[in-house]
């Protein structure tokens, strides 16, 4: 094994360019996928956080009195799974609103009736999907005593329909891209093979096995397909740390916003997914030369 190491690595010397040009079309194209399963693991964590219990905020009508509310409470909990409903008076939201604000306007101080309305502010529980939860708030909305209900369905609904778009988008990307990479290692092989193919064809008069041949070439592609991946990994690692900085501190104030990188376990697979690609398209050029 260490002389099939030490000729791979031979080679991948004596074809720097051609090698340096497999490495990077590999990592570009294992960038392009790491890329889109950052993004896909980000969204899939929001969507499965609010299908296991997403906040909603029920705007109640003008004449709603705390009379009302047990027997609201009562035909909420029946219409589905709610885990906690907290009153909100007209009274207490104007003020909290009106501390928030107090450094920024003295528009509300200058009020002399209060807009809001009450509100109650509930915690649903587990869904199954973003359509189960659109229909429980549609049921909640037809209460009497019910003037809307707002749960992020503007932002999220679109959120979801871009979601689906970029998944679209990611799939034939990723496949492009794989495609791509595959085609020039495979090239890279062929022309690496014909560079030796004297010394190929010495060691098939002198008895040498097929496997014996091949294995440098083998060796070589693992470790492009290895360093491939790990620099495009690298280049993504970089890219977060500076976008996700950059948002946390602009949006920090204004929304909470959890951006992960890729989990141990992803990272690990495209590691395997960018190696096997190497030996893959070493395979495939060796399959057609050596027939």
């Known amino acids: 094994m260490a002389h099939f190491v030490k000729k791979a690595f031979s080679d991948i010397r004596s074809n720097r360019f051609l090698n340096l040009i497999t490495i990077i079309t590999i990592a570009l194209s294992i960038l392009v996928v790491s890329i889109f399963l950052l993004f896909f693991e980000n969204s899939s964590r929001i969507i499965e956080s609010w299908n296991q219990g997403g906040r909603a905020m029920v705007y109640l009508v003008d004449n709603f009195t705390l009379d009302m509310l047990p027997e609201l409470k009562t035909r909420m909990k029946a219409l589905g799974d709610i885990d906690e409903m907290v009153y909100i008076s007209k009274e207490e939201a104007f003020d909290k609103l009106k501390n928030e604000m107090s450094s920024q306007t003295t528009f509300l101080?200058?009020?002399?009736e209060n807009p809001l309305p009450d509100?109650?502010?509930?915690r649903m529980k587990s869904y199954n999907s973003f359509d189960e939860i659109q229909q429980f708030a549609e049921k909640i909305k037809?209460?009497?005593?019910?003037?809307?209900?707002e749960y992020g369905q503007g932002w999220?609904?679109?959120?979801?329909?871009?979601f689906n778009l970029f998944k679209i988008t990611g799939y034939a990307m990723c496949s492009m891209f794989f495609l791509i990479a595959l085609f020039i290692t495979s090239n890279t092989v062929r022309l690496a093979f014909y560079s030796r193919k004297l010394e190929v064809e010495i060691m098939r008069l002198v008895g040498a096995s097929e496997s014996f041949i091949k294995a440098p070439f083998y060796v070589a592609g693992l470790f492009q397909g290895f360093f491939g991946g790990l620099l495009g990994l690298l280049v993504l690692l970089?890219?977060?740390?500076?976008?996700?900085?950059?948002?946390?501190q602009n949006l920090a104030s204004y929304i909470y916003i959890d951006i992960r990188f890729l989990s141990v376990k992803m990272i690990l697979l495209i590691i395997m997914a960018s190696t096997f690609l190497g030996w893959f398209g070493c395979y495939l050029s060796l399959k057609q030369i050596l027939k």
Do not use: P, Q
């Open 109 to 112: 101080k200058n009020l002399k």
């Open 156 to 162: 999220l609904g679109k959120f979801l329909n871009i």
């Open 238 to 248: 970089a890219t977060y740390l500076m976008i996700s900085s950059g948002i946390s």
């Open 142 to 149: 037809a209460l009497e005593m019910v003037d809307d209900v």
């Open 119 to 122: 509100a109650l502010e509930i």
